[in-house]
């Protein structure tokens, strides 16, 4: 079992949220008094006094913090903007395909295999440098802004979802989650949607109807990466290249799979990993089509999942919706169909970026009218954390993630 504490021992020249404080070589190319992120601020976070910070710890733990030492001295060389915007591009795509191989690696790896934080607290390391970068060049606010989106949703997936050129096998796209709700000894949680990802992506599965090929994106726990269009962006791609099913998978309910019956046009407001907060309607994606309409029904074979006799979790059809009767203040929740003309409140996944993951995706499906694509969505069981509020990790959480992810690998092959 790996603790905080018998880490303090690291080395903290990759592990320090400062670029400039980890590379005194480069320390001219970072300016550390520009703010950074609420979640990047997160990389600071420690369980034991004196011990290494969570974040900086997974990423050494999984390998991967040569990759963050390597990103940092390099972007101190990019001397035109052109040139930094390929470099940004490719380090992500870089990022999403390292982690991709190790997830799914056949040869048994030091740090679990299976463990999606090192990817999550990578990417904030690199967008950190990228914030507090001083480039050689004039680099316009949001020039900056665009550099951090490119390299953030290539290192989701986004720059790597191309489906191989084969016929007669059926195509799946797939979406997970980052890690949430990160506060206190939170600071440890993964998420197994973003776990399944990683084990999805660029897979063949053998089923008994034939082969199937998965293309897979982890998403932001942002509000405002869902405005930017990220969930637009990986399904839009995905549709022009004729797949036969979405699945957009997050975290759930203790104990349980559910299949979301419906997706609400409605956010509630909860905060996301930046402390944001949003409330009302669900906006448009510039630029894509979509209709307006308030629910979304799943078109996923729901009956042929539960069926199948996946485990060890049970699988459950959500019924579940509510509406507003006057909006702000009364909702009418029932488990039949909603009412025409009302507007959404929550789907049965609630009224959080899970929900709209399924409705974003599945808006964007119907606006093409590609009907004859399957879509919906499939909420894992909650991953609980280590038990001893001071380790990374133990082989029950590991084991947890494991069959979920597992779990999803299966009912996503049913699909």
Same mark, same amino acid.
Not at 141 to 166: E, M, T, V
């Given at each position: ?16 949220? &400062? ?15 520009? =703010?950074?992120?609420?979640? $990047? ?28 030492? +390597? ?9 035109? &903007? ?22 799914? &690696? ?9 463990? +999606? ?17 001083? #480039?050689?060049?004039?680099?316009? #606010? ?37 890690? %949430? ?10 998420? =197994? ?8 992506? *660029?897979?063949?599965?053998?089923? #008994? ?15 405002? *990466? %869902? +405005? ?21 998978? &997050? ?18 407001? %909860?905060? +996301? ?15 894509? #089509?979509?209709?307006?309409?308030? %629910?979304?029904?799943? @078109? ?28 702000? @203040? ?25 929900? $709209? ?26 991953? *609980? ?31």
């Amino acid at each position: 079992m790996k603790t905080i504490a018998g880490l303090v021992g690291l080395t903290t020249l990759a592990l320090a949220l &400062s670029p400039a404080v980890a590379h005194a070589q480069d320390a001219n190319c970072y300016d550390t008094t520009v =703010p950074l992120t609420v979640e $990047e601020q997160r990389l600071d976070d420690t369980l034991v006094t004196g011990g290494p910070a969570v974040g900086p710890s997974l990423v050494q733990l999984a390998g991967f913090d040569g990759r963050v030492t +390597d990103f940092t001295a390099k972007l101190c060389r990019q001397v035109v &903007s052109k040139q930094a915007q390929q470099f940004v591009e490719r380090e992500g795509n870089a990022l999403w395909k390292a982690a991709v191989a190790r997830a799914q &690696s056949t040869v048994p790896t030091a740090h679990d295999a299976y463990d +999606d934080r090192p990817l999550y607290w990578a990417r904030l390391q690199l967008s950190a440098a990228l914030r507090q970068w001083k #480039p050689r060049f004039t680099l316009a #606010p949001n020039d900056r802004a665009k550099l951090i989106q490119q390299f953030d949703w290539a290192s989701r997936g986004l720059s790597d979802a191309k489906f191989p050129a084969r016929a007669g096998v059926r195509k799946i796209a797939v979406t997970g989650f980052d890690p %949430f709700q990160l506060t206190g000894v939170n600071v440890r949680r993964a998420n =197994p949607a973003g776990a399944a990802a990683l084990q999805l992506d *660029g897979r063949e599965i053998s089923t #008994p109807t034939g082969k199937v090929v998965l293309q897979a994106a982890v998403l932001p726990v942002l509000w405002g *990466g %869902f +405005d930017e269009g990220v969930v637009e962006n990986f399904y839009g791609q995905a549709l022009q290249q004729k797949p036969d099913a979405f699945v957009t998978i &997050s975290q759930g309910r203790p104990g349980k799979f559910d299949v979301e019956r419906w997706a609400a046009r409605w956010r509630g407001g %909860f905060a +996301d990993n930046n402390n944001v907060n949003s409330y009302g309607s669900v906006p448009n994606a510039a630029g894509w #089509p979509q209709p307006t309409t308030e %629910f979304i029904e799943t @078109s996923l074979p729901f009956q042929k999942m539960i069926d199948a006799g996946t485990g060890p979790f049970p699988v459950n059809y959500n019924l579940a919706f509510c509406e507003w009767v006057v909006v702000g @203040s009364q909702q009418s929740c029932r488990t039949d169909t909603p009412t025409p003309g009302r507007i959404a409140a929550s789907g049965g996944g609630g009224d959080y970026l899970s929900n $709209e993951s399924m409705y974003r995706a599945n808006r964007l499906r119907i606006g093409y009218g590609a009907t004859n694509v399957l879509g919906g969505h499939l909420h894992t069981p909650v991953l *609980g954390q280590p038990a001893d509020p001071a380790a990374l990790t133990d082989p029950a959480f590991e084991k947890q993630r494991r069959d979920i992810a597992d779990q999803v690998k299966a009912l996503v092959s049913v699909v």
